[in-house]
Every structure is written in C-alpha cells, then in structure tokens.
C-alpha cells in the first residue's frame, strides 16, 4: 500500500472517530489527537527516511508535517482564544495538518470550515434557534460601535455551541477525495 494511502487513511479514520467522540460526548479525547500528532512527525521522517535519501530527507519530510500542523494551528488556536471553538477541535486540526502531506491539511481544514458554514445554520434552524443566534451574533458585532447605554448584553447563556468535529471529519473527506487522483501512481 502506498505511504500517501496509509495517511489519507489515517487522517480519516482519526476525523471520525473525532466527530463520533464530539458528537457524543461534547469533548475530543487527547489521546486521539496528540498520539497521532507526535506519530505523523515520526511517521513522516521514517517515509523521507527509507525513500532513500537519508537523514536529511528524514528531518525535512518531518519538518513539512511539523509547519503543516503549526500552519493548520495557526486560524484554530486564534478562534479558541476567543471562545469560538473547543481545544480538542484545534488539536484535531493539528494531527490533520501533521498527517496531511503539506499543503493538503489546509485544505482539509477550509473545506471543514465551509462544512461548518453548511451545516450550522441547519441545525440551528431545526433546533428553533436560528433567529435568536442570529439577533445574537448580530448584537455581538454591534455592540462596540453603539453607546454603552445601548448595547445589548449578550450572556454565556445565550450563546449556542456547534460541534465542529463531524465538520472536521467532512472536510478530511472532501480533502482526500480531491487527491483520490494521486493515489493511483
């Protein structure tokens, strides 16, 4: 089987058995995350490795997995700054962008985010709370342009949690069937 088979499949099953965890508990295990992390960094290095090239194609193909991560990181770890997204979505978007060949695990991550967009207001639709997330967000955006007697105040309570994992998951899929094409070499 070919090394970039093992890891399309890799970052896959990681992304589902993500969105199933999410989906389930409301929290993404560590362990399915960081192990895969570390493990694609090594993983990486042993394919640059053994592909004849010695160390230095070794430390480079790790290299490329490790700024794939930290590139793939970088949007996650500002939106969880904020209180936008959980930190297990952010480690669960580092072990894509690790695993991914670069530049890949980006664009696992964007067709995630366009998943999200999709999928969020259909599901606030079909809990009834489309409207007021709505009125919501739009006070949140407003609020520093209006008087501080005019602001709308809008509290935790309020807000509405989306779990972004089966996203996740849509976009590794989307990702790898855009490749689908280099695995046949």
Not at 118 to 133: N, V
Not at 151 to 176: D, K, N, Q, S, Y
Request: proline share 5%; glycine share 12%; net charge positive.
């Amino acid at each position: 089987m070919a090394p970039l088979t093992i890891l399309l499949g890799a970052a896959l099953l990681i992304s589902l058995l993500a969105a199933a965890f999410d989906l389930k508990t409301g929290e993404i295990p560590n362990w399915l995350t960081l192990w895969p992390l570390g493990g694609a960094i090594v993983g990486h290095f042993v394919l640059g490795f053994r592909a004849g090239h010695g160390f230095v194609a070794g430390l480079t193909a790790a290299g490329f997995s490790i700024a794939g991560a930290l590139i793939c990181g970088a949007v996650p770890y500002l939106l969880y700054r904020v209180d936008a997204i959980g930190g297990g979505d952010v480690k669960l978007l580092l072990a894509i962008g690790a695993i991914f060949p670069f530049p890949f695990g980006l664009e696992a991550e964007f067709y995630a985010f366009i998943a999200a967009a999709i999928f969020a207001p259909a599901w606030l639709a079909w809990r009834g709370k489309l409207l007021q997330t709505l009125g919501n967000t739009l006070s949140l955006v407003a609020n520093p342009f209006r008087a501080k007697a005019k602001r709308r105040e809008v509290t935790p309570e309020m807000m509405t949690w989306f779990r972004f994992a089966p996203a996740i998951f849509v976009g590794t899929l989307v990702g790898i069937l855009f490749h689908l094409h280099e695995l046949k070499r």
